[in-house]
């Protein structure tokens, strides 16, 4: 049965775990060659790369959630003075938990003798104060995510006075824009300062796109009226379930043609509306809320077992699917462990 109404704090953890599993599967198969595993070949690619592939919507998903929940705590805070100091007081939570991954996988570095981490004290420094993450490729998103967590106040108005077809065009300019900085550099000015602040601009231009998605889509309550739109055609459940596999198809297939992670906001925000509109399982909604409570630290943590600390650790499952599982696995332990230290500095400094 399509539920109704908005999506609820409970299916937005999901969304978050869909995203997870999305990022894995993109930063461990998004590959064709020198593969570290072994895979069977479709139409001359290893078969894993179809789906490391899909998963580059990962931060679209990410980024849907972000700018949905700030709009709905913008709308429901009692004045935007009230609003900003909620945001500053679940950042700084955020931010407090990044710390305490950052200093864990330090101590964890020393303690194997590790070349890259922590490296220096300037580095690790860097890494905690965002002005050098170099310890994990993914953590780019740290910044960026506390920089739209900033914006929010000002995009919330912007959703709330614009037109949502002439929003859309804006940003959707400065998505292209960002996107061929960020990929082609064409701003180049020699000083390494500038050209970091460039970059990461660019970072924060291809993000604020699905951001601003999310953004109108509670705004103008898209999510209510597709479900009621859904739920007035009485499409039985096993249909829509088959139509959701056959779209899910078509794009896996459709981005492989146009392998450009330009279309990953595009695929995102569709793989949102499949979520929202199509009846899920009792058993996939446990799994996507599960991973959902882990995804902070799966993300902060996954690549130091496959990329820098563990360098191949996961990879002596051989296969894909066992090396997915090796990962989660390891992870999800992982994030066992930072759990009661996060909570534990968390309820030390009342936040």
């Not at 490391?52 to 429901?76: E, K, N, P, R, W």
């Not at 909620?86 to 303690?111: D, E, Y």
């Not at 896996?252 to 509306?273: D, Q, Y």
Request: proline residues 4%.
């Amino acid at each position: 049965m399509v539920r109704q109404g908005e999506l609820s704090k409970t299916e937005s953890t999901q969304l978050k775990g869909l995203a997870i599993l999305f990022m894995v599967l993109l930063h461990l198969f998004c590959r064709k060659t020198d593969l570290p595993y072994s895979d069977v070949t479709v139409w001359g690619v290893p078969l894993s790369y179809f789906f490391g592939l899909f998963g580059d919507q990962c931060v679209t998903i990410y980024c849907f959630c972000s700018g949905y929940a700030h709009c709905l705590l913008c709308s429901s805070a009692a004045d935007m003075r009230a609003y900003i100091r909620a945001s500053a007081r679940r950042l700084l939570r955020f931010l407090l938990h990044f710390w305490i991954v950052v200093l864990l996988f330090a101590a964890i570095g020393l303690a194997v003798h590790s070349p890259s981490i922590p490296q220096s004290v300037p580095a690790l420094l860097g890494n905690l104060f965002l002005y050098r993450l170099n310890y994990n490729g993914a953590w780019w998103f740290v910044l960026t995510y506390c920089i739209l967590t900033a914006l929010s106040p000002l995009l919330f108005r912007l959703c709330r006075q614009m037109h949502p077809i002439l929003l859309s065009g804006a940003f959707l300019v400065v998505y292209f824009v960002a996107y061929v900085q960020r990929f082609k550099n064409i701003l180049h000015t020699g000083d390494p300062f500038l050209d970091s602040v460039v970059y990461q601009l660019a970072l924060l231009g291809t993000s604020i796109f699905p951001y601003m998605i999310g953004m109108m889509f509670y705004e103008h309550k898209w999510i209510s009226a597709l479900r009621s739109r859904i739920a007035g055609m009485n499409v039985p459940t096993y249909l829509l379930r088959i139509a959701a596999l056959l779209v899910t198809a078509v794009m896996i297939v459709l981005h492989r043609i146009v392998e450009s992670l330009f279309v990953a906001v595009f695929i995102g925000t569709a793989t949102v509306v499949l979520f929202a509109v199509v009846p899920r399982t009792k058993a996939g909604d446990k799994i996507l809320l599960f991973f959902g409570g882990h995804s902070t630290n799966i993300w902060l943590t996954h690549m130091f077992f496959y990329l820098t600390l563990f360098r191949g650790f996961v990879f002596i499952a051989r296969w894909p699917i066992p090396i997915y599982l090796l990962t989660l696995t390891v992870c999800v332990g992982t994030s066992y462990v930072l759990r009661p230290l996060q909570k534990g500095a968390q309820k030390l400094l009342r936040l």
